[in-house]
């Protein structure tokens, strides 16, 4: 699992946490308020680059070949 910086929205500590894929909030471990997710996902821009490169009926069938 990834490594993802945090920082809570109330008291601004920042914090390193392994989280999901579709994590994007946690709870701070001092005051208990909400901690956002600071590191968009790694492999974005690349799959950004793919999706621009597929065909757009290729898209649209959702086939491959």
């Keep these: 699992m990834p ?4 920082q809570c929205v109330d008291c601004g500590r920042p914090d390193q946490r392994v989280a999901g894929v579709d ?4 709870i701070c471990i001092h005051c208990g308020g909400l901690m956002l997710r600071l590191n968009e ?3 974005q821009p690349y799959f950004e ?17």
Aim: hydrophobic fraction near 35%; charged fraction near 30%.
């Design 23 to 26: 994590d994007h909030t946690a």
């Design 49 to 65: 680059e793919v999706a621009e490169t597929v065909p757009a009926e290729k898209k649209a069938s959702g086939s491959e070949a």
């Design 41 to 43: 996902d790694v492999f």
């Design 3 to 6: 490594i993802y910086e945090y």
